[in-house]
């Protein structure tokens, strides 16, 4: 009789085969506008912060930003007054599937690479790179759905679609919500941008913790409205799309989530993230693991 392997379409692989090498890092007494700019110039969620002789000792993440911003710190405050550490380590040849599993259990998503004959931080492993990497197997697989599309298809497995990969819980706030309110949803819901509804309930913007810090960086109050720095328009994709085609779109767009909506693009029923997309540990079908079947 037939059974199925205890694995991934991750196993065997290895943490160096999909880390960034660029790792941005800031001393302690950098001001929080300046983590701000480093943020934005190169795309990223958090920035390492070094004591005086460059030695490693925690991170500044947009979470921690937003919840200077609530908490009426001025943007010359050093950053180490509101880093967290230590930090989460893996090493370049530690399987992927073990990290993955580090960065779910502890609730992070990131973890640093650490060159331990240098003893210095070599790179970084975070979802989007996972997912990357997902997605280029998916590329090259024969029996994936991206191949298949292009020929008649001879494999026959369930194409994962968005619906079954989303969070159909959405963390919502009204547009004439101050930005109090949605800061507030974003730490309750440890979730990575709101979305901003009107009279009606219709979906009108998006308010992500990006939007937050660049809002901090300019000096606004956390007392204006979330129509004031909301992202327009909601980025979203039919449930019943393809999972691979909803990776592509996120990576070619720089963006960590998409929404989900039903047949009326207005009617919002669920949220993507490449957090989700990761531990599913897939890229668009079931054929990673039905390729290992075992007689």
Partial sequence: MPRVKKRHVLSGIKVKEAMRRQVIKLPYSAPIDYCINRMIKYKINAVLLTDEKQRPGGIVSKTDIMSAFYAGFPTHTPVESIMVGPLLYCYPDDELETSLDIMHHNGVHRLYVLDSEANDVAGVIAYPDIVGLLYRYCRACDKGLLKNRRRQAEYEYRRLKVKDVMTASVTACHENDDLVNVIEGLT??????????????????????????????????????????????????????????AIQQMLLRDVQRIFVHASDPANIVGVMSLSDAARFRSGSCRACTSSRLIQ
């Avoid at 990006?210 to 909601?234: C, E, F, Q």
């Avoid at 019943?240 to 085609?245: F, M, P, R, V």
């Fill in 188 to 245: 309750e819901h440890r979730c990575g941008a709101v979305l901003i509804t009107s009279a009606g309930n219709k979906a009108v913007g998006v308010v992500s913790k990006s939007d937050l810090i660049v809002a901090y960086k300019h000096g606004l109050a956390v007392n204006v409205r979330a129509r004031t720095v909301m992202s327009t328009p909601v980025k979203s994709c039919p449930g019943e799309a393809q999972l691979s085609d």
